[in-house]
């Protein structure tokens, strides 16, 4: 293609372009075509073949209308095609002045070394441009304004903030991110280059939040076309091989990228958890796996359920369980064990009623902490409970996790307990005892008791200890002395109340906890009427139901002694019902077992 009117004398082959053009205009500014010339062994030579070119044959073109004295403009679009383009035919200040590598110099710290957005626009365009950019630095100046531009935006941004809000000590709202914001201009880079950008930016002290802003926006953009809709179609294809090995990559550079791991961590919890679920689908290397679950342990009164709803990696066993518990075991773990590293350093020894009240002490996750993570295991107990393949054995480990502490009411827990022992009717008579063993009796509702004493799916013990918990709780109530069940003197402190609703605290004050046994007693008093007339109705139930299963099991051993021993409580209570409350001793004869933890009726 000619560019001038008057006959050419020399041809330059580009691939599968020619261009007809003059010796002159090339060799006076381009010194890679004067030394071909020269090195030629026939002086006439009115060929040149250039194998590869910086950018191709429209890189070629515009530098060779800039050596006929053509104007060309110099954009955004071309600026890095153009710098290269100009190092690889050297159109250096050497063979004339103002050549193309200095025009395109001057447009490069004028117009876009400055700018962010632009910055990022040309170090994309220099993936196709490799390895002549990096040869000419390009990538590393580009990389290196992007970072410095990135701090001084932050400074500034800072700067006025504190100027706005310098009078006022009200902390200022997070401004809202913008549409144009330049975070979001690098989901077009590579994973190379956008690691290489994110390195030198943490480097130069950018916050973790915006980092982590970064990372959220690349992660959904890159991941987000890597999704298969019929995964069915491409399971254990090439095609699905190659995908897992996308992601795989992709997940890994991102986890390596994250902050810094902490209980504060700007990084969010659902970003945590679908980085973990992609991972865990990709097959993604176990130290990257291991990260994700701590930074969610440290985090973990931060997630809902959703969250720890991870599938498992099932690779078409149909005998797999539908969410990877084993997970979910490492994470609940990591978040208990904060607790006991920071008594470890400590290393003071706390008898149980001290324990009680620095239990939300700013060294341990903190109580509210406990008891959201408390609801969410409960959560993740009755969805998990509903998959036929899940054993008993791993569910009693997930049921098992949390400490007596934890839970102010069991009902979530003997939902989930319910479900499983519903799903799951053949499990063995130990393992059902075994399960059921998790639940404490004495911290279920009302409610729940009565769903428990006519449950057939439970023990017979925990249905005594369910029936012989729901008595002393009503006799007391009628008596007026269900202080005495509730609240056990250690010490002379007492252990704090534990709500039906859940809707109290595990550890609180003496003098709160005075007040609210106040407002108990008086909610109490309201109830008695009602409670003898439920006691009543149950003594009916009990007595019917006794009858009924001795005309039918003659020879039920278990079952005459649990009437038995039954029948000496209630003997028990009758007289102690008859005595007068007064002062520790008979307080302690009582109610014998106040300082236990569980009580086995069998």
């Not at 590869?52 to 530098?63: D, H, R």
């Not at 099932?314 to 518990?325: K, W």
């Not at 003594?539 to 021993?565: I, R, Y």
Request: proline share 4%.
């Amino acid at each position: 293609m000619p560019i001038s009117d008057v006959s050419s004398d020399l041809t330059v082959e580009i691939g599968v372009s020619s261009f007809a053009l003059h010796k002159f205009p090339l060799v006076s500014r381009s010194g890679k075509i004067r030394k071909l010339l020269l090195e030629a062994k026939d002086s006439k030579v009115s060929r040149v073949i250039l194998p590869y070119v910086p950018g191709g044959a429209e890189a070629f073109e515009l530098a060779a209308k800039f050596c006929y004295g053509h104007n060309i403009e110099i954009t955004q679009a071309n600026v890095a095609l153009l710098r290269c383009t100009a190092h690889f035919l050297e159109m250096t200040e050497e063979y004339a002045e103002k050549n193309l590598e200095t025009r395109t110099e001057v447009y490069l710290k004028d117009m876009v070394f400055p700018n962010i957005s632009k910055s990022i626009a040309v170090l994309h365009r220099c993936e196709t441009l490799l390895p002549a950019a990096e040869e000419t630095n390009l990538v590393s100046r580009l990389i290196n304004a992007i970072a410095n531009n990135a701090c001084k935006e932050q400074l500034t941004s800072g700067l006025l903030k504190l100027d706005h809000n310098f009078p006022s000590k009200v902390a200022p709202m997070e401004p809202e991110t913008p549409s144009d914001w330049w975070g979001k201009a690098l989901s077009v880079l590579g994973l190379d280059f956008f690691q290489r950008v994110l390195s030198a930016v943490k480097t130069k002290g950018l916050k973790q939040d915006i980092i982590s802003k970064i990372l959220i926006n690349y992660s959904h953009n890159s991941l987000q076309g890597l999704v298969v809709r019929d995964a069915q179609l491409v399971k254990g294809s090439l095609f699905d091989l190659e995908l897992q090995k996308k992601q795989r990559v992709i997940v890994e550079a991102i986890v390596s990228l994250l902050p810094t791991q902490s209980r504060k961590s700007p990084v969010p919890m659902a970003f945590l958890s679908s980085l973990l679920k992609t991972a865990i689908a990709a097959s993604a290397s176990t130290s990257c796996r291991s990260d994700l679950e701590r930074r969610i342990g440290l985090q973990l009164d931060q997630a809902i359920l959703e969250d720890i709803l991870i599938p498992t990696n099932s690779h078409g066993n149909n005998h797999s369980t539908i969410y990877d518990a084993d997970t979910i075991v490492r994470i609940f773990s990591i978040f208990l064990n904060l607790d006991e590293d920071d008594e470890d350093d400590t290393n003071l020894l706390r008898d149980e009623s001290q324990m009680v009240y620095d239990f939300d002490s700013p060294g341990s996750p903190k109580q509210s902490s406990i008891l959201k993570v408390s609801k969410l295991l409960d959560n993740y107990l009755a969805e998990v409970a509903l998959d036929p393949n899940l054993s008993p054995s791993k569910f009693t480990a997930l049921a098992e996790l949390l400490p007596d502490h934890a839970r102010i009411v069991s009902d979530g827990l003997y939902r989930a307990v319910d479900i499983f022992l519903k799903v799951h009717p053949n499990m063995k008579d130990s393992e059902r005892y075994r399960l059921c063993k998790t639940i404490d009796c004495q911290k279920l509702s009302q409610e729940a008791c009565s769903h428990a004493a006519q449950n057939e799916r439970l023990p017979v013990q925990m249905a005594v200890q369910v029936l012989y918990f729901e008595q002393i709780r009503l006799r007391n109530a009628m008596n007026g002395g269900h202080n005495q069940f509730f609240f056990g003197a250690i010490n002379g402190t007492q252990f704090p109340q534990r709500s039906g609703s859940g809707a109290g605290s595990g550890a609180i004050s003496p003098r709160d906890n005075y007040a609210s046994v106040r407002r108990e007693n008086r909610e109490l008093k309201l109830e008695v009427a009602r409670m003898r007339m439920r006691l009543t109705d149950l003594e009916k139930d009990h007595v019917s139901m006794k009858q009924e299963l001795v005309k039918t099991h003659p020879a039920n051993k278990l079952f005459k002694s649990f009437t038995k021993k039954l029948g000496k409580i209630n003997a028990l209570f009758r007289i102690n019902s008859i005595k007068t409350l007064g002062g520790k001793a008979h307080s302690e004869s009582r109610f014998p077992f106040q300082k236990r933890r569980r009580h086995s009726v069998s």
